[in-house]
Structure formats: structure tokens, C-alpha cells
């Protein structure tokens, strides 16, 4: 399969930490009147539920406007963000909040963006005790506590069936209460009907399926089949959610929240208890 190379960290590094200094003095410019409505129909496009509710324009409008108030935007390896990138990127980071509100992206000052892929070394201890170390290219992290660094080619990709920045953005909110677990804190008033034993069950029941029907094609596969060849993909497609949902609960959470905001059908018709969870959540798209 094509590997997915988005993540969250709960760790911050410490190269990373003169740049946070940096984002705190970032100011953010307006954004005029006529950049807005460009952006808002292209967000219209990629995502046809927004033209359902017609409070739904204002009511983004007002999340994207808080957002660029509240964060720091810096591009960093050379990329200068200009305000339609700041817009672009502000859009689909709230959409996720679009029926909660800013401060469920509190704690946290600042969004870092490359022009590309960006390299991070990763370290890991296996079951016999070793220290295995790497270098991993993403397009995409959440930091706990610390600032959403994303890959503007993989952000500004507004096709297709991923979306870099919903993705990280969700991993945010299920870091809300510190773990990395597929389970974001709920709020009485807005989330009345959830409990988190039920939203467990549903995301692990899901998860667990999901894994089982992946562990089924990579079985398929022949051999001397090309993982990443147009016949090993198109056995892949038939997968409800990308294929790096498998990863942990975590991932599985956020590539749910991808699919719930770019094409919930497929989420629904395989996992209906999980659908209904996101929903919950989330608030369900295009009904007033």
C-alpha cells in the first residue's frame, strides 16, 4: 500500500523550540473581503454538505477569523506563506470545529508549514530492548501542547481522498486531554448522548474490522505484486478508509475524521455505530 506519513508527537523536540519563539511574534494579516470568497468556493467544491445550512458561510467565516487571530502561521526551509495560504489552511483546520468552537484548539500557539515533505528523526524501542532510529519524511504532525507542522504541497492538495489538514487537526483534539488514544473529551452541553464506553466499543469494534478486512487483501496480494502498483491500489480501494487508519486507534480516529468531512457514505455504510459516534461529535453535516 502507499504509506501515509502524517502523525501526532507527544514529545516536542528541541531544535524546534527557537521556532516557537519565533511563531509567537508572528503577527497575521487580514484577510480581505474578495480572498475570502475565492477561498469559500473552493471550500464549497471540496466539500458540497457546506452549502446545506445557509448560517454555515458566517458561521466559518467566524471560526476562520478567530483562528488566524489566535495562531501564528510561519513558513519555514524557505516557504513564505502569503495570506491565501493562511486562509487555505485556516478553512479546512475548522472545519472539524465548525459545529464546537475555538476553544477546543486551546493550549497551543502556532502552525508551522514547509513547503514539502519535512524529516524528523524517530526513535523506537522493540521488544528486546533495542534503540531503533530513523529518519521519516511526513506531510504532516500534531504536537501535544505544541504547534501543527504541515507539508503545504500535501496541504494545499484539496482533491482526492485525504486531507493532511483535517487529519492533523483532529489528532488536536483527541491530544485535548493529553493522550493519543482515538478518544477526544466530550462537553455535557454539546455532547449530551456521548459516553466514552460507547464511543470505545464503537471506535474498537470498528478498528478491529477494519484491520481484519486490510489483513485479508495484503494476504491477496500475489507476491511479486508492486505494493504500489495501479492493480495492488486498486484491491486497496475497495477499503472503506485509507489504508493507514490501521496504524493505531489514534490514526483511525483521524482518518475517520477525513472521510466523516470529505465523503461520509462509505464510513457510514461499513461502520454505522462509529458513523454515529463521529456524528455526535462532530455534528451532523448539512442538517440545520
Excluded at 11 to 28: A, E, I, S, T
Excluded at 63 to 87: C, N
Aim: glycine letters at 6%; charged letters at 25%.
Amino acid at each position: 500500500m502507499t504509506e501515509r506519513t502524517t502523525g501526532h508527537a507527544l514529545g516536542q523536540n528541541k531544535h524546534m523550540l527557537p521556532l516557537l519563539k519565533r511563531l509567537l511574534r508572528r503577527p497575521n494579516p487580514d484577510v480581505d473581503q474578495a480572498l475570502w470568497e475565492q477561498q469559500w468556493q473552493a471550500l464549497a467544491r471540496q466539500f458540497p454538505w457546506l452549502t446545506l445550512r445557509p448560517q454555515t458561510p458566517e458561521r466559518l467565516r467566524a471560526r476562520v477569523a478567530g483562528l488566524l487571530a489566535q495562531k501564528s502561521f510561519v513558513g519555514v526551509a524557505g516557504l513564505e506563506l502569503t495570506p491565501a495560504m493562511r486562509l487555505h489552511i485556516a478553512c479546512q483546520a475548522c472545519l472539524p470545529i465548525l459545529n464546537l468552537d475555538l476553544h477546543w484548539y486551546q493550549g497551543w500557539s502556532g502552525i508551522v508549514v514547509y513547503p514539502a515533505g519535512f524529516r524528523v528523526r524517530r526513535t523506537q524501542h522493540d521488544a528486546a530492548g533495542l534503540v531503533q532510529e530513523w529518519d521519516a519524511e511526513l506531510s504532516g504532525e500534531a504536537w501535544d501542547g505544541g504547534p501543527v507542522v504541515l507539508s503545504w504541497a500535501d496541504a494545499a492538495q484539496v482533491q482526492g481522498k485525504a486531507n493532511v489538514v483535517i487529519h492533523e487537526f483532529a489528532h488536536k483534539l483527541d491530544l485535548l486531554d493529553g493522550q493519543a488514544d482515538g478518544i477526544p473529551p466530550f462537553d455535557a452541553r454539546l455532547h449530551p448522548g456521548l459516553r466514552r464506553e460507547a464511543w470505545r466499543a464503537a471506535l474498537e469494534d470498528a478498528y478491529e474490522r477494519f484491520c481484519a478486512e486490510l489483513d485479508l487483501i495484503e494476504d491477496e496480494l500475489p507476491r511479486d505484486l508492486d505494493p504500489d502498483s495501479d492493480a495492488a491500489q486498486a484491491r486497496y480501494a475497495r477499503l472503506p478508509l485509507d489504508a493507514y487508519a490501521a496504524q493505531d486507534v489514534a490514526e483511525f480516529f483521524a482518518v475517520s475524521s477525513e472521510q466523516y468531512f470529505l465523503d461520509e457514505e462509505p464510513l457510514r455504510a461499513a461502520f454505522p455505530q462509529w458513523h454515529a459516534q463521529l456524528a455526535a461529535f462532530y455534528g451532523q453535516l448539512g442538517q440545520d
